[in-house]
């Protein structure tokens, strides 16, 4: 079984600029979670999406954004890049409704953005 | 609100056995889970203890005990390869899994 894979692995953007990154989860998760790693501060929990609803929303401005399609593919985009956002985003499913219930998420190996 | 506090860093020789603490403070206790992240790499998950006591998977043991809202991970026999960061993880308020800031592990040989 694949497992969960996000696009693209890397990338440079200026500020000012949006981004969007996407992420295909484990097939049959239904559920899928965002982060922002930066060094030093740990996993920042971004939103969750299950059943193209988002279902929680962590302490990120507005210009962070998701979406989930039908197929529990997820996209999120971030708009007027700053050079705080660069940072390693961290995709993860699970087949439950949440996936905190059971504590296990299934990360993918993220996208690393550098805004210069 | 809901934090968990874990050392930054440990160092320990290879072979030996190493403890992570971790304190929590959540309203609404569901578990809590650990994970492993190489450098460069996805966090995996290894362990989720719901229920007090000591849980054993092979080299690696989590330990929960909810009176004193506390956990640690065991690792034992350690390999050059369990150089990584672990992170502790509960239940926040809305839902969502709430990590600790990480602790980094060096192992030497």
């Known amino acids: 079984k694949a497992g969960v894979t996000q696009t693209p692995r890397y990338l440079i953007k200026t500020r000012g600029q949006q981004v969007t990154l996407s992420c295909s989860p484990i097939?049959?998760?239904?559920?899928v979670s965002w982060y922002q790693q930066t060094p030093g501060q740990g996993l920042q929990f971004l939103f969750e999406?299950?059943?193209?609803?988002?279902?929680n929303k962590g302490n990120f401005p507005g210009r962070f954004s998701g979406r989930q399609f039908s197929n529990s593919r997820s996209e999120m985009n971030v708009s007027t890049l700053e050079l705080g956002d660069s940072a390693l985003y961290l995709c993860?499913?699970?087949?439950?409704?949440?996936?905190?219930?059971?504590?296990?998420?299934?990360f993918g190996e993220g996208s690393r953005l550098t805004v210069l | 609100g809901q934090s968990l506090e874990q050392p930054s860093e440990v160092t320990a020789v290879e072979g030996a056995i190493v403890q992570i603490n971790c304190t929590y403070q959540?309203?609404?206790?569901?578990?809590l889970s650990w994970y492993q992240q190489h450098d460069g790499g996805a966090p995996t998950f290894l362990s989720y203890?719901?229920?007090?006591g000591l849980e054993e998977t092979g080299r690696f043991s989590s330990f929960l005990s909810r009176s004193d809202s506390y956990g640690y991970l065991l690792l034992q026999e350690l390999q050059m390869k369990d150089s990584a960061s672990y992170f502790c993880?509960?239940?926040?308020?809305?839902?969502?899994?709430?990590f600790g800031k990480g602790t980094k592990l060096s192992v030497k040989p």
């Open positions: 203890n719901a229920l007090d």
């Open positions: 999406y299950f059943s193209e609803t988002q279902r």
């Open positions: 097939s049959g998760h239904r559920s």
């Open positions: 993860a499913s699970s087949f439950r409704e949440t996936g905190a219930d059971t504590g296990e998420l299934f």
């Open positions: 959540t309203s609404g206790f569901y578990g």
């Open positions: 993880a509960v239940k926040g308020s809305q839902g969502n899994l709430i």
